[in-house]
């Protein structure tokens, strides 16, 4: 729990860190490249395809088939791009050692005094524990990728 707290921390500080990014930095994107759009209401994970001075156009794999998507810059709330290793890393960790410390636990209830070795559900569950929280960080972004855009804030 303590290493959830500490990641969680260290992501927020490191998002209050971050100066506002420009619109034009996202001219040097690759096309391909893995990014999470957030609007108002909406965060959409794409391709990027192009960007132009009103909008960004990417494209999502739906049902097998390719979408273009386009977005006004107006409506952008920010632009980061996908860190699906920094993610899965994280969630293998903390999934590993939730596994290993309710394995630990169940261990420690076994009673069995012929056994020289009562860790069985220690190991067990760390490696389904960490291919788990290895699964959770593809499904979502875990942590955050790097910041390639960001709005001027419209509240005073």
């Given at each position: 729990?303590?290493?959830?707290?500490?990641l969680?921390?260290a992501?927020a500080?490191?998002?209050?860190?971050q100066?506002?990014?420009d619109?034009h930095d996202?001219?040097?994107?690759k096309p391909g490249?893995?990014?999470r759009?957030t609007?108002?209401r909406?965060r959409?994970?794409c391709?990027?395809d192009?960007?132009?001075?009103e909008a960004?156009?990417?494209?999502?794999r739906?049902?097998g088939?390719?979408?273009?998507?386009?977005f006004?810059?107006?409506d952008?709330?920010?632009?980061r791009?996908?860190?699906?290793?920094g993610s899965?890393?994280?969630g293998?960790?903390?999934g590993?050692?939730?596994?290993?410390g309710?394995?630990a636990?169940?261990?420690?209830?076994?009673?069995?005094p012929?056994a020289t070795?009562?860790a069985k559900?220690?190991?067990g569950?760390?490696?389904?524990?960490?291919l788990?929280g290895?699964?959770?960080g593809?499904?979502?972004e875990?942590?955050?990728?790097k910041l390639l855009?960001?709005?001027e804030?419209?509240?005073?």
């Amino acid at each position: 729990m303590l290493c959830l707290a500490f990641l969680l921390s260290a992501s927020a500080v490191g998002l209050a860190q971050q100066p506002v990014k420009d619109w034009h930095d996202l001219e040097t994107l690759k096309p391909g490249a893995s990014i999470r759009i957030t609007l108002a209401r909406q965060r959409t994970l794409c391709a990027f395809d192009s960007v132009s001075e009103e909008a960004i156009v990417c494209h999502k794999r739906q049902a097998g088939v390719d979408r273009s998507l386009s977005f006004l810059r107006a409506d952008i709330h920010q632009i980061r791009a996908r860190n699906a290793t920094g993610s899965i890393i994280a969630g293998a960790a903390l999934g590993a050692g939730v596994g290993a410390g309710i394995g630990a636990l169940v261990d420690s209830r076994i009673n069995n005094p012929g056994a020289t070795n009562n860790a069985k559900f220690t190991g067990g569950l760390a490696r389904a524990g960490g291919l788990l929280g290895a699964l959770f960080g593809i499904a979502t972004e875990f942590v955050p990728g790097k910041l390639l855009y960001k709005a001027e804030s419209q509240h005073p």
